[in-house]
């Protein structure tokens, strides 16, 4: 069992020890960490008080999703829902350049950081989508995310189109994983569980397949 990730060093050593960065990734992150800190100053991306434990609450909270999903092969796009400040989607790009990433916001503010954010990485593999979820056009994806985007049951209904029953969903929800999970209406078929979260001990990461819609059950 992999052990708690709680300070800066000790996110940064995971990163390369557990989950096997190289040095071009991690200078990678390090710049994106670099210029999350300036926008901040302009606009708030971030809780101020989360700056001082970057890489822990940040950058491997989100690079815990290329771990928990148990080694899936780093092909098929990906798409990042609620993007904000650029976590998990934009770490998952730049640990994984050959991955097609779709981050997807309805604030133009966030969307302008990302594409310069993006730019300034060097990542063309990364697709900065303004938009609502619901105004997205049909297109399916072979990973979904989204970190603190909304309820799970919402999430779904609004995001299953984009799912086939090969796709794997990555949801970090923080202390309410475990509750949502039990809620979720039984008309639901999915093979979703939760993993602990590597970067606090309290929350967990909902991972499994949606394998029917409601639309889609006893068709």
């Given at each position: 069992m992999t052990s708690l990730i709680d300070s800066e060093d000790g996110a940064r050593a995971w990163m390369v020890e557990v989950l096997g960065v190289d040095r071009v990734a991690m200078a990678r992150l390090s710049e994106l960490v670099a210029m999350l800190g300036?926008?901040?100053?302009?606009?708030?991306?971030?809780a101020k008080?989360?700056?001082?434990?970057?890489?822990?609450?940040?950058?491997?909270?989100s690079a815990q999703l290329l771990h928990v999903s148990r080694g899936t092969p780093d092909q098929g796009a990906w798409l990042d829902l609620g993007t904000g400040a650029g976590f998990p989607g934009l770490v998952i790009a730049a640990l994984v350049p050959s991955r097609r990433v779709t981050l997807v916001d309805s604030r133009r503010l966030r969307t302008e950081w990302l594409t310069r954010a993006t730019r300034a990485l060097g990542l063309e593999n990364v697709q900065v989508v303004l938009s609502r979820v619901e105004d997205m056009p049909?297109?399916?994806?072979?990973?979904?995310?989204?970190?603190?985007?909304?309820?799970?049951?919402?999430?779904?209904?609004?995001s299953a189109r984009f799912s086939t029953p090969q796709t794997l969903w990555l949801l970090p929800k923080g202390l309410k994983a475990r509750h949502e999970l039990q809620e979720l209406d039984e008309k639901w078929r999915h093979t979703f569980h939760v993993e602990h979260s590597l970067t606090d001990p309290a929350a967990?990461?909902?991972?499994?397949?949606?394998l029917a819609s409601p639309q889609k059950k006893g068709a």
């Amino acid at each position: 069992m992999t052990s708690l990730i709680d300070s800066e060093d000790g996110a940064r050593a995971w990163m390369v020890e557990v989950l096997g960065v190289d040095r071009v990734a991690m200078a990678r992150l390090s710049e994106l960490v670099a210029m999350l800190g300036d926008e901040n100053a302009r606009q708030n991306l971030v809780a101020k008080s989360s700056l001082a434990h970057v890489w822990q609450r940040h950058i491997a909270d989100s690079a815990q999703l290329l771990h928990v999903s148990r080694g899936t092969p780093d092909q098929g796009a990906w798409l990042d829902l609620g993007t904000g400040a650029g976590f998990p989607g934009l770490v998952i790009a730049a640990l994984v350049p050959s991955r097609r990433v779709t981050l997807v916001d309805s604030r133009r503010l966030r969307t302008e950081w990302l594409t310069r954010a993006t730019r300034a990485l060097g990542l063309e593999n990364v697709q900065v989508v303004l938009s609502r979820v619901e105004d997205m056009p049909n297109q399916q994806y072979s990973v979904i995310s989204a970190r603190a985007f909304a309820p799970l049951e919402k999430l779904l209904s609004l995001s299953a189109r984009f799912s086939t029953p090969q796709t794997l969903w990555l949801l970090p929800k923080g202390l309410k994983a475990r509750h949502e999970l039990q809620e979720l209406d039984e008309k639901w078929r999915h093979t979703f569980h939760v993993e602990h979260s590597l970067t606090d001990p309290a929350a967990g990461v909902l991972v499994g397949h949606l394998l029917a819609s409601p639309q889609k059950k006893g068709a």
